[in-house]
C-alpha cells in the first residue's frame, strides 16, 4: 500500500534527536528483529544486512522510506522514551515492532541460530540440501 507523502517541510532533527530511536526491535508476527541505526542525517531501518534509508518527515516520530513505499511511526512512553515502532510497508500495515534490550535480542539471536542449527540437522538427515540452514 503506498502512502502520500506528509505535507509540509521535513523536520531537521539533530544526531541526538535521532539517537532517541537507534536501537532493536523485534515483531513478534514475524519473529524478526529489525535494527535502527544513525546514519548522518537519517535512520537506516531494517533486518541486519538489509538496511534501508529513512528520512524524517514534518510529522513529529514519523519517517518514510521514499516514494510512499515504508513509513514508520515511532511510539513513545509517558516519559518520552522511545518503546517501539508501527510499520506500514506497501501491503503490509501496522506491523508493531517493539523495543527490546541488548540481553533479550542476544538471547533471540542465539535461539535463532539453534533453530537454523536443528533445521539443518534435520535436512541432512532426511538427504536433503539445506540452502544455508533454511530448508
Do not use: C
Not at 101 to 122: C, F, H, K, T, V
Amino acid at each position: 500500500m503506498m502512502h502520500p507523502p506528509p505535507s509540509g517541510e521535513p523536520r531537521e532533527l539533530s544526531a541526538a534527536e535521532l539517537a532517541e530511536s537507534s536501537g532493536d526491535y523485534f515483531a513478534t508476527e514475524l519473529d524478526v528483529v529489525f535494527l535502527v541505526r544513525v546514519e548522518e542525517d537519517h535512520l537506516r531501518v531494517g533486518p541486519e544486512g538489509w538496511m534501508r534509508p529513512m528520512m524524517a518527515t514534518s510529522e513529529a516520530d514519523l519517517f518514510s522510506g521514499g516514494r510512499g513505499w515504508t513509513q514508520i511511526r515511532f511510539q513513545r512512553d509517558g516519559s518520552g522514551f522511545v518503546t517501539g515502532f508501527v510499520m506500514d510497508i506497501v501491503r503490509v500495515s501496522g506491523l508493531i515492532m517493539e523495543r527490546v534490550p541488548d540481553s533479550e535480542l542476544r538471547y533471540r539471536r542465539r535461539n535463532q541460530g539453534i533453530a537454523l542449527q536443528m533445521s539443518a540437522l534435520g535436512s541432512l538427515a532426511r538427504g536433503r540440501p539445506t540452502h544455508f540452514g533454511l530448508s
